[in-house]
């Protein structure tokens, strides 16, 4: 799997739209990108995912590059809740989910 | 409510005994995995399994065991032979990664093991 690199932390005011940026410019063209979270003390979640194209669903939007050597988690209107650290990973789809988590982002989100 | 149920959610043992930590799940998913978690890090990869009677290392296996007798079931044993085991350990599942459509992983919410 491809090396992610991603902000140690970031802070973002609730209501307000939060960015988490994540670069992976050794991605192979079968490498999808993956976002999960981990809200303090329990199992991550599954957020997102792509390939080329961005994506969209109920809970964040997925922005990536043309080149796909990096990309965007965007949280539309962060709420206190959204305070978690969030994981960018990219594997080949399909061929085994043995994930590889690195060190994340931790948002916070204030008042 | 289908998921994963990791139990106990809090273990205190003494130094050089064996725990095991169990790890079920109702919903239908072939493969299984054992992640451990140590402070400010990352999750990284003990053990998993794609199938019932089968099992692989994954990047830190040494000083642990896992069967997977069931496929609801994949416990997992933190030997006396674990040099560093006080962590957070995370138990999940997928549908069998050849048919997945997501490539989704679903955790447990964790079982927190402090060695005194």
């Known amino acids: 799997d491809a090396k992610t690199t991603q902000p140690t932390s970031m802070d973002c005011a609730e209501g307000r739209a939060a960015n988490l940026p994540c670069n992976h410019s050794?991605?192979?063209?079968?490498?999808?990108v993956y976002w999960y979270r981990q809200i303090h003390s329990q199992g991550p979640q599954y957020i997102i995912h792509?390939?080329?194209n961005n994506e969209t669903n109920e809970m964040a939007s997925l922005i990536i590059t043309e080149d796909r050597k990096s990309s965007t988690l965007i949280l539309p209107h962060a709420t206190l809740r959204d305070t978690a650290v969030y994981y960018c990973?990219?594997?080949?789809?399909?061929?085994?989910?043995?994930?590889?988590f690195g060190g994340g982002t931790r948002l916070m989100v204030k008042p | 409510d289908g998921g994963i149920t990791q139990s106990p959610k809090y273990l205190f043992r003494k130094e050089g005994q064996n725990v095991t930590l169990s790890c079920e799940q109702n919903?239908?998913?072939?493969?299984m995995y054992w992640y451990r978690q140590d402070p400010g890090q990352g999750l990284r990869l003990i053990y998993y399994?794609?199938?019932?009677?089968?099992?692989q290392k994954g990047d830190i296996a040494e000083g642990y065991s896992v069967s997977r007798e069931k496929k609801e079931s994949f416990p997992l044993t933190v030997t006396s032979a674990q040099k560093n085991p006080t962590a957070f350990y995370l138990c999940?599942?997928?549908?069998?990664?050849?048919?997945?459509?997501?490539?989704?992983?679903?955790f447990g919410e964790g079982s927190r093991l402090t060695v005194l």
């Open positions: 919903l239908n998913h072939d493969a």
């Open positions: 990973i990219v594997r080949v789809r399909n061929a085994g989910n043995m994930l590889t």
């Open positions: 050794t991605i192979s063209g079968n490498e999808y």
């Open positions: 399994s794609q199938i019932v009677n089968d099992f």
């Open positions: 792509g390939l080329k």
């Open positions: 999940a599942s997928s549908k069998f990664y050849g048919t997945s459509d997501k490539g989704e992983l679903f």
